[in-house]
């Protein structure tokens, strides 16, 4: 039998879990091809290389077996992200420059679409209107009806995270990290993420859960500690290039969040 692989590194969610695990991991019933897997009762991302994550764990082998190689007395560090608490203007502002010039990340996919006036192909195209109402309601700091408009959307598209599962939770974190926190909005956050038990499967609501709560994977982070629109495009290149589409899409949260738009032709 092979030996267990050594972590590397892993976020703080990935170590709760391995903590209460022991370093056990089971499989995901009906997502035993992905690298998703249980630590405990919690999930968990396993891989050699990617994105950083609160829920990723790096090794420094293929993970043949259930178990990795977890030390209680000594456990790798984990990476923590602290909330950004940023200037909504000045945000606002980077996000639109950043949305002008996004067709230098490549050709947009899904939601990312509508970034360039183009309707997002389908079931996509049926939600354009409630990502609008989102976006507006965002800009608004109206968390009602951001909240109707967001569950029009979740569990919608294809992938292993629905698209809109993506541009929600994206969204969420942007305000998360704009320091938005009142009744209101925790109510809002609250039923979202109560909702995506029944309207989405348990990765991507674990991985919502992660984003509402202001953390996802290390370009969401860099993006939004980035000093302007250039130095924004490695990041949102890095974000992008996530999955089929969920990159795109948690951009086009992202921006939603930030400006209250989706659109934003030059002048």
């Not at 703080?12 to 405990?40: C, D, K, M, N, V």
């Not at 203007?89 to 970034?115: D, N, S």
């Not at 109560?194 to 348990?202: D, P, V």
Request: glycine residues 10%; hydrophobic residues 50%; contains cysteine.
């Amino acid at each position: 039998m092979p030996e267990a692989p050594n972590i590397v590194a892993l976020g703080a969610r990935a170590a709760a879990a391995l903590a209460q695990s022991g370093g056990a991991l089971r499989l995901i019933p009906g997502f035993t091809e992905t690298p998703y897997r249980y630590a405990g009762e919690n999930i968990v991302w396993v891989g050699m290389r990617g994105e950083a994550h609160p829920r990723a764990v790096f090794v420094d082998a293929p993970a043949q077996q259930m178990r990795l190689a977890w030390d209680s007395m000594h456990p790798v560090p984990a990476s923590l992200h602290a909330r950004a608490n940023l200037d909504r203007a000045a945000t606002a502002q980077r996000f639109a420059e950043l949305a002008h010039r996004c067709r230098e990340l490549g050709e947009p996919r899904g939601f990312g679409q509508l970034l360039v006036g183009a309707l997002p192909p389908f079931p996509l195209d049926r939600r354009v209107d409630a990502a609008n109402a989102l976006a507006a309601a965002a800009g608004a700091d109206d968390a009602e009806t951001f909240a109707e408009a967001a569950l029009r959307l979740l569990g919608v598209g294809g992938g292993l995270t629905p698209s809109g599962d993506d541009f929600v939770g994206a969204a969420l974190f942007t305000l998360h990290h704009l320091g938005i926190d009142n009744a209101r909005w925790r109510e809002a956050v609250q039923a979202l993420t109560a909702a995506t038990r029944t309207r989405t499967h348990a990765i991507s609501a674990a991985l919502f859960d992660d984003l509402a709560g202001g953390e996802s994977f290390a370009p969401l982070h860099d993006l939004i500690g980035a000093a302007d629109a250039t130095a924004m495009l490695e990041p949102a290149r890095r974000l992008t290039a996530i999955g089929h589409s969920s990159g795109w899409d948690m951009l086009c949260g992202m921006i939603a969040a930030a400006t209250g738009k989706l659109q934003h032709p030059l002048n």
